[in-house]
């Protein structure tokens, strides 16, 4: 019963967010990239269901206790579900998020950044006098463009 319980739960994987946003050209080394996830219950939790056999109940809550963010280039940061960027905000994440250190067209074929994210749901389920706990990984990709931009600086003496 448990099993079903588990397998009536809707989780999805997470809905990636970024400023800038995939398919944008706006990604730039050493500029603050922020990383979050749409806030429903389907995506973060708590998610929950229950199953009825006879006298018996189990009843399943699920909750995403991490998302791992995989940013390309050898980086993973670990975080819940970030924060969403205001336009106009300036400086890095508060909770979430990465500044590349090298263009992604320099070092990746396709010139993007494979960013993978996934999330950890915890499932904890309860009766007939039994109790349980399991997890589940579910993962979302995209790409992001980071370019580099070089200034050349001029004195105006002769």
């Known amino acids: 019963m448990a099993e079903q319980a588990i397998a009536s739960l809707v989780l999805r994987a ?3 967010r970024m400023a800038p946003p995939p398919g944008s050209s706006g990604g730039l080394v050493g500029v603050p990239v922020w990383m979050w996830t749409e ?6 939790g708590p998610a929950r ?3 009825t056999a006879g006298a ?4 399943a809550v699920a909750q995403v206790s991490r998302i791992a963010w995989d940013m390309g280039d050898g980086t993973t940061v670990l975080c819940g579900a970030g924060t969403p960027y205001t336009p106009g905000t300036q400086g890095a994440s508060p909770d979430c998020g990465h500044v590349y250190a090298h263009a992604s067209d320099r070092h990746v074929p396709g010139g993007l950044w494979p960013v993978t994210a996934t999330s950890t749901w915890t499932i904890t389920w309860t009766g007939g006098g039994l109790s349980g706990t399991e997890t589940l990984e579910l ?3 995209t790409q992001l463009f980071v370019g ?3 200034v050349l600086n001029q004195d105006g003496s002769d």
């Open 39 to 44: 806030r429903r219950s389907d995506l973060l």
């Open 49 to 51: 269901q229950s199953v």
């Open 14 to 16: 997470p809905e990636i």
């Open 139 to 141: 993962t979302s990709t």
């Open 56 to 59: 018996v109940t189990v009843a």
């Open 148 to 150: 580099e931009l070089h």
